[in-house]
Nanobody, 115 residues
């Protein structure tokens, strides 16, 4: 099974930017779609963005125009560029990959937006 490892989280001021990475231990072409989810303390896990194997992207309304998901097949990595960050974006961000066997998850990376 392909392992996923997220990185790039941290503390940022409101209005700032971060780029999250999700590196796979194998080829990401095995996934028909990959995406990002987030979970804040006391909240349910929320879907944030998806990118399909053909590069089609989708976003939850709350991040449209601020976040961009992309993939680099050569590096077996997907990214989440987050601009215009708001305190309500504070959460643990998790990477997800889906194939015929189900879903693979990373361990998460914490993003905290605070002044």
């Amino acid at each position: 099974q392909v392992q996923l490892v997220e990185s790039g989280g941290g503390l940022v001021q409101p209005g700032g930017s971060l780029r999250l990475s999700c590196a796979a231990s194998g080829s990401i072409s095995t996934f028909y779609a990959m995406g990002w989810y987030r979970q804040a303390p006391g909240n349910e896990r929320e879907w944030v963005a998806d990118i399909t194997g053909t590069g089609i992207t989708m976003y939850v309304d709350s991040v449209k125009g601020r976040f961009t998901v992309s993939r680099d097949n050569a590096k077996n990595t997907i990214y989440l560029q987050m601009n215009g960050l708001k305190p309500e974006d504070t959460a643990e961000y998790l990477c997800n990959g889906r194939d015929s066997r189900g879903a693979s998850w990373g361990q998460g990376t914490q993003v905290t937006v605070s002044s």
